[in-house]
Nanobody, 123 residues
């Protein structure tokens, strides 16, 4: 059974940084695609970034140059380093994983999800 547990969320002022972590059951190398998504009340879940088994990454335009996705296969952990945070980054952030490959063009929803961790950025 796939289990994904996020941590690292919190409140920060605009311009600040946070690092989210996602502890995955099994080894992260087992999943062909892992990613981070976010959602605010009343809006659809938005893809933030994905990373495939080879380490290739994809980012939403809104976070390019500010966020970095990475994974530590030995520690079975996925990370999202978020710098230069903006109030519009405020959302519940979810870790996700899939046995299927990452879509090469779009950040599409994945099969398995964590419970989420809240990120709040104040101006």
């Amino acid at each position: 059974q796939v289990q994904l547990v996020e941590s690292g969320g919190g409140s920060v002022q605009a311009g600040g940084s946070l690092r989210l972590s996602c502890a995955a059951s099994g080894t992260t190398y087992s999943y062909n695609c892992m990613g981070w998504f976010r959602q605010t009340p009343g809006k659809e879940r938005e893809g933030v970034a994905t990373i495939d088994r080879s380490g290739a990454t994809m980012y939403a335009d809104s976070v390019k140059g500010r966020f970095t996705i990475s994974k530590d296969n030995a520690k079975t952990t996925l990370y999202l380093q978020m710098n230069s945070l903006k109030p519009e980054d405020t959302a519940m952030y979810y870790c996700a994983a899939d046995w299927s490959s990452c879509n090469p063009v779009w950040i599409l929803p994945l099969a398995y999800w964590g419970q989420g961790t809240q990120v709040t950025v104040s101006s």
